[in-house]
């Protein structure tokens, strides 16, 4: 069974920061690479950031040096760090799993490469 839940989203002012945790159960978390996206209200989803099982990664331009994947594969959890947070990274937050593996550069951040996801963690960020 396929389960991904995050958890870890508040709301928080400007500057400030929150770690987000995904669970995914055992098959979820198998089917690398594992992302993040979030969707702001009237936009679209968009990638954050996501991660290889060997460790590559690849974000966002928005939230380079800002925000940090990793993975902790003894609990099968999956993090987003994120520092410096600005009213533009208000949103909810989902985390991804593709159903197979990724044998391009860096793991994928389009939407149309991941076929699981959580219920989503929302994120505000207040001026």
């Known amino acids: 069974q396929v389960q991904l839940v995050e958890s870890g989203g508040d709301s928080v002012q400007t500057g400030g920061s929150l770690n987000l945790s995904c669970a995914a159960s055992?098959?979820?978390?198998?089917?690398?690479?594992l992302a993040w996206f979030r969707q702001a209200p009237g936009r679209g989803r968009e990638g954050v950031a996501s991660i290889d099982h060997d460790g590559p990664t690849n974000y966002a331009d928005s939230v380079k040096g800002r925000f940090t994947i990793s993975k902790d594969d003894a609990k099968f959890t999956l993090y987003l760090q994120m520092n410096n947070l600005q009213p533009e990274d208000t949103a909810m937050y989902y985390c991804?799993?593709?159903?197979?593996?990724?044998?391009?550069?860096?793991?994928?951040?389009?939407?149309?490469?991941?076929?699981?996801w959580g219920q989503g963690t929302r994120v505000t960020v207040s001026s």
């Open positions: 055992p098959f979820a978390y198998s089917a690398y690479p």
């Open positions: 991804a799993a593709r159903r197979k593996l990724w044998t391009g550069y860096l793991p994928p951040l389009a939407q149309s490469e991941y076929h699981y």
